[in-house]
């Protein structure tokens, strides 16, 4: 359904170019080892993952604004809906934001990936 969009890329971590397969080597997000382990090309349409060394440092930016993101909405959840005290909702965030750390990771290098490359029509459709 949203097959060729950025949003279908960055939110199944798949290649931004074909689609057609996962960038990580691991389907497990919790494996301390394997969280940021990927391919170094996609096996459908061959693109390199990494366009150059160091390439998903400027990923560090984007986790920094989705984890913001993360903690302001468990703020606004906790504070206005469940009308927490300040002292338990310090320990959700903490808590949902130690929990969530390999989902930021993922995310945030799906989304600099997705900033660089396209969607290739051509490329999907190569078998």
Same mark, same amino acid.
């Given at each position: 359904?949203?097959?060729?969009?950025?949003?279908?890329?960055? /939110? !199944?971590? #798949?290649? @931004?170019?074909?689609?057609?397969?996962?960038?990580? !080597?691991?389907?497990? *997000? +919790?494996?301390?080892?394997? #969280?940021?382990?990927?391919?170094?090309?996609?096996?459908?349409?061959? #693109?390199? $993952?990494?366009?150059? @060394?160091?390439?998903?440092?400027?990923?560090? $930016?984007? =986790? +920094?604004?989705?984890?913001?993101?993360?903690?302001?909405?468990?703020?606004?959840? !906790? $504070?206005?809906?469940?009308?927490? =005290?300040?002292?338990?909702? /310090? *320990?959700? %965030?903490? /808590?949902?934001? %130690? /929990? =969530?750390? @390999?989902?930021?990771?993922?995310?945030?290098?799906?989304?600099?990936?997705? %900033?660089?490359?396209? +969607?290739?029509?051509?490329?999907?459709?190569?078998?």
């Amino acid at each position: 359904m949203l097959k060729g969009t950025k949003l279908y890329s960055i /939110f !199944t971590g #798949t290649c @931004p170019v074909c689609q057609n397969e996962s960038m990580y !080597t691991s389907s497990n *997000l +919790y494996n301390p080892k394997k #969280t940021q382990e990927m391919k170094e090309r996609c096996s459908h349409c061959d #693109t390199k $993952y990494k366009i150059e @060394p160091s390439f998903f440092y400027g990923s560090m $930016y984007v =986790s +920094y604004g989705v984890g913001v993101a993360i903690a302001m909405i468990t703020f606004a959840l !906790t $504070y206005f809906v469940f009308d927490m =005290s300040r002292w338990n909702i /310090f *320990l959700i %965030i903490t /808590f949902i934001s %130690i /929990f =969530s750390l @390999p989902i930021v990771i993922r995310l945030s290098r799906n989304i600099w990936i997705n %900033i660089f490359m396209d +969607y290739d029509k051509e490329k999907a459709r190569k078998s």
